[in-house]
């Protein structure tokens, strides 16, 4: 099982890249360097799973801005992929890779994977770029993803990155922080009687 704060599994997948309307193997450690969130869900051609990959597309352009990469995983075959983004209404429109696990390894070994189904659970990953896993939620199947939530975090994440702890000071994210609002420079040795 992964845990957040240690190395993200790599694994090796044919994925479905709608841009170019290719199949490629890629390695995720291909993606050092970059963000990486990965988007797990139950099966193509499912209602909530769409609106998933829709709502994802709304804020495509910022998280690709941010230098992150994002994946759809789901057990579903390097086929089906295809065809639900030539077909699906909801879609088509993606840009979004979609990465096969038909031998459903990487939902096994992400903590993803429905054993009485055999299809994935519902749920999203972010990697820093040190390939770390920094993020892990894991969702009812019949609850679609809230992007918004998922994209501050993100942005927090990303900031806490490029503010390492130095010197004992810390840098943390208040609860329900938003982008642009400040993160808190906590003094490790003064500010603990403040809490």
């Not at 998933?52 to 057990?75: H, Q």
């Not at 990155?161 to 943390?172: D, N, R």
């Amino acid at each position: 099982m992964i845990e957040v704060g240690k190395e993200a599994p790599d694994f090796a997948a044919k994925i479905y890249f709608p841009k170019d309307k290719t199949i490629q193997e890629r390695h995720l450690s291909d993606y050092r360097g970059k963000w990486v969130i990965m988007t797990f869900y139950p099966g193509d051609f499912t209602f909530v799973c769409a609106t998933d990959i829709e709502a994802l597309m709304e804020r495509y352009n910022d998280f690709t801005k941010n230098n992150a990469v994002i994946f759809g995983v789901s057990t579903d075959s390097i086929y089906s992929h295809k065809a639900w983004t030539e077909t699906s209404p909801r879609v088509k429109q993606s840009l979004i890779p979609l990465v096969e696990d038909f031998s459903k390894r990487i939902s096994r070994e992400y903590g993803f994977l429905n054993e009485e189904s055999g299809s994935a659970r519902r749920g999203l990953i972010i990697i820093d770029p040190d390939g770390k896993v920094q993020y892990l939620a894991a969702f009812n199947d019949a609850l679609g993803k809230d992007v918004e939530h998922i994209y501050n975090s993100f942005l927090g994440l990303k900031y806490i990155y490029e503010h390492p702890a130095k010197e004992g000071h810390l840098c943390v994210i208040p609860a329900n922080w938003k982008p642009g609002a400040k993160a808190l420079d906590i003094d490790v040795v003064k500010d603990i009687g403040k809490l």
